[in-house]
């Protein structure tokens, strides 16, 4: 089974940038479908990301469209999620899991090797 750990969140003001890493242990990605899902304050965690390992296709949920990227590194094992423009409606606790349903599948439950997440806060 696949282990994951979050790296990257921090405080930043609105408009700023952060990277968030997922690297994975114990096995590789390569037959994953790795996806990005955030929690905030008082509401229920939601899907954000998701990257096919093997083609690197991706999809996003409408609010980070053009603003986050979700990218892949082989050689690292390890998944990003490059975050501009944030607004503090962004400010959640980011977590990373794995499927091997479809790309597009942003059901929590069909995920599982849930890593401990990282905070990321956006001041005003």
């Known amino acids: 089974q696949v282990q994951l750990v979050e790296s990257g969140g921090g405080l930043v003001q609105a408009g700023g940038s952060l990277r968030l890493s997922c690297a994975a242990s114990g096995r590789t990605f390569s037959s994953y479908v790795v996806g990005w899902f955030r929690q905030a304050p008082g509401k229920e965690r939601e899907f954000v990301a998701a990257i096919r390992w093997t083609t690197g296709s991706t999809y996003y949920v409408d609010s980070v469209k053009g603003r986050f990227t979700i990218s892949r590194d082989n050689g690292k094992n390890t998944v990003y999620l490059q975050m501009n423009s944030l607004k503090p409606e962004d400010t959640a606790v980011y977590y990373c899991?794995?499927?091997?349903?479809?790309?597009?599948?942003?059901?929590?439950?069909?995920?599982?090797?849930w890593g401990q997440g990282t905070q990321v806060t956006v001041s005003s």
């Open positions: 899991a794995v499927t091997r349903y479809g790309l597009g599948d942003r059901r929590i439950h069909v995920y599982d090797s």
